[in-house]
C-alpha cells in the first residue's frame, strides 16, 4: 500500500518598500483562506533599488520547485521596481497594481508612486500622539498608576491573564489612543460595586473575558500548580467579572478565541473610538 507523501510547504515571499507590514498582513488575509496549505513566509522589506530588486527576484526564484510555486505579495509602488519585481517565475500578486491605477482615474490625480513605508514617520504630530499614548499605556498598566486616569481614552477591565496588556498596547501603538488597564483582583469580587479607583469613569471602561479553560491554562503557563490557575478559580472569576460587567453595563468581550487586532477593532466601534490624529 502506498503511503501519500505530504506536499512539501508553499513558499510566500512579502516585499515592500518599507517595512512590509502592509504586505504581510494583506497576504496572510488571503492565505487565511487556505487552512490545509501549509505555508513558509519569509519578508523582504525596504526594496528601494533596482540592484535590491534583482536581487530578491533571485532569492524568490531559487524557491520555486518542480512540485511548489512560491507566492508574491508585493506593496511596491515604485514603477521601476515593481516592473523588476514581478519578472520573477513565482506567482506575483501585486497589490498595488490596477488598484492603485483605479484610484488615480477616480481622483483625476496621478500617485506619487515613491517608497515611503505606510509605516514610517510621515505625520510628525501623529507620531508624537502615538509615542505619548504608549507611555501612558506603561505607566498605566495593570493598576500600576492611577494617576490622570480622567485623560484616558479608554479603560481595559479584566481579571488576570485576560489579554489586557497586548491589546493596551496594540491600541497605544497602532492607533494612538491612551489606555489604562485595571486588573480586577479577589477583593473586587466581594462587592457588587465596580473597584474604587476606576468607577468614576465607567463611560470609558471595556471588559474582556476569556472561558475557564483557556484562563486555566494560561496562568498555568505563569504559575503551574497553583490556587490562582485552577479551573474552579478561573470559573469564579470570570463569573463574578461578567456580573460586574453586566450590573454597570460595561461592554465586554470573550478574548479566548479572539487575535488582539479583532479585539481592538471590537472595542473602537463598540466605544465609538478614533485613531488619534
Do not use: W
Not at 479608554?154 to 481579571?159: K, N, Q, S, W
Not at 494560561?218 to 467579572?241: H, I, K, M, N
Amino acid at each position: 500500500m502506498d503511503i501519500p507523501v505530504k506536499a512539501p510547504p508553499t513558499p510566500v515571499f512579502f516585499v515592500a518598500g518599507g517595512t512590509g507590514i502592509s504586505a504581510e498582513t494583506l497576504g496572510n488575509m488571503m492565505l487565511q483562506q487556505f487552512p490545509s496549505v501549509r505555508f513558509v513566509r519569509e519578508k523582504l522589506p525596504f526594496i528601494k533599488t533596482a540592484e535590491q530588486a534583482r536581487e530578491a527576484v533571485a532569492q524568490m526564484d531559487a524557491a520555486k520547485t518542480s512540485e511548489v510555486t512560491p507566492l508574491v505579495f508585493s506593496t511596491v509602488a515604485v514603477e521601476e521596481i515593481r516592473e523588476i519585481l514581478s519578472s520573477t517565475d513565482c506567482a506575483f500578486i501585486d497589490l498595488f497594481g490596477s488598484h492603485l491605477d483605479m484610484v488615480e482615474q477616480v481622483l483625476h490625480v496621478n500617485a506619487a508612486h515613491n517608497s515611503t513605508s505606510a509605516h514610517g514617520v510621515r505625520d510628525e504630530g501623529q507620531y508624537d500622539a502615538r509615542m505619548k499614548a504608549v507611555e501612558f499605556a506603561i505607566e498605566h498598566d495593570d493598576g500600576q498608576s492611577l494617576r490622570q486616569l480622567d485623560r484616558a481614552d479608554l479603560i481595559l477591565t479584566a481579571p488576570s491573564r485576560c489579554g489586557k496588556t497586548p491589546t493596551t498596547m496594540y491600541l497605544a501603538l497602532q492607533y494612538g489612543l491612551r489606555v489604562a488597564n485595571y486588573p480586577l483582583v479577589e477583593e473586587d469580587f466581594e462587592s457588587s460595586d465596580l473597584p474604587r479607583p476606576i468607577k468614576p469613569y465607567a463611560d470609558k471602561c471595556f471588559g474582556l473575558l476569556s472561558t475557564p479553560a483557556r484562563l486555566s491554562q494560561v496562568r498555568s503557563e505563569r504559575r503551574p500548580g497553583s490556587a490562582y490557575a485552577t479551573l474552579a478559580q478561573c470559573t469564579y472569576e470570570l463569573r463574578r467579572a461578567e456580573a460586574l460587567f453586566r450590573t454597570h453595563r460595561i461592554p465586554y468581550i470573550n478574548s479566548a478565541n479572539m487575535s488582539v487586532e479583532e479585539m481592538a477593532a471590537m472595542i473602537m466601534q463598540t466605544r465609538k473610538l478614533s485613531a488619534a490624529r
